[in-house]
């Protein structure tokens, strides 16, 4: 039975509340927190530090190290939608963490700015709803970051002869030159990303991930 939406969400804070004590944890070893928090412990036993538990320097609980991980035979308590889930959310952090110092020396502020770059070259010409409406954005934060990107040089407007009330983008030439060396740079993270799998394993993946997309994709609300 899959997982409702109260069940996933504070599944996915006690996930962000390990991520900030553990930033190297894995999800096995948040299986092992989560158990572990969950379980009374012995009465000479000394209490699980929590996130707003005090914690003394000399204390031998201060460390910052993740829980081991459980072995293979212990249960996690998570079933495969959860795990997914954490999963995914995880991949992704680890792509920002290590975009992260590329995008900033390419002269952005926030990762989603490159992306906005990235998302105009690919739309070729949209206006600025359409660029929010593929990137999942709300309207109000996709003209601030347009309107930036604008002022820095990286992005242009022209009328969009079909409306009069909107504007399409492009990139500048600075723009384009960014954009190739932003694809230069990140192109050692991103064709290693997937380097365990095999052939036939990426394609499998990029299979079930276009799925998931596009059955997801149809559920959405309509962006304001």
């Known amino acids: ?71 293979p035979e212990s249960p996690t308590n998570l079933d495969t939608t959860a795990q997914s889930l954490l999963l995914i959310s995880r991949l992704h952090r680890i792509m920002q963490f290590r975009s992260k110092p590329i995008v900033k020396y390419l002269g952005f502020t926030k990762p989603q700015e490159f992306s906005i770059l990235v998302q105009t070259a690919i739309m070729n010409n949209p206006n600025k709803k359409q660029l929010c409406q593929e990137m999942l954005i709300e309207g109000s934060t996709g003209v601030e970051i347009t309107r930036r990107l604008t002022a820095k040089g990286f992005l242009k407007e022209k009328p969009d002869v079909n409306d009069r009330r909107s504007a399409l983008l492009s990139l500048t030439e600075k723009g384009k030159q960014t954009l190739l060396q932003g694809y230069t740079k990140l192109s050692p993270i991103h064709t290693g990303f997937l380097a365990t799998l095999n052939e036939a394993e990426k394609q499998q993946l990029v299979s079930m991930l276009a799925r998931l997309n596009e059955y997801h994709t149809r559920q959405l609300p309509p962006l304001s």
């Not at 096995?28 to 009374?40: D, K, N, Q």
């Open 1 to 71: 039975m899959g997982l409702s939406a109260s069940s996933i969400m504070p599944l996915l804070s006690k996930w962000e509340e390990y991520l900030n004590l553990f930033p190297d944890g894995d999800l096995t070893g948040f299986a092992h927190w989560v158990l572990a928090e969950a379980t009374p412990s012995p009465a000479a036993a000394p209490e699980p530090v929590t996130a707003t538990s005090p914690i003394s320097p000399a204390s031998p609980s201060a460390s910052t190290s993740p829980p081991s991980s459980p072995s």
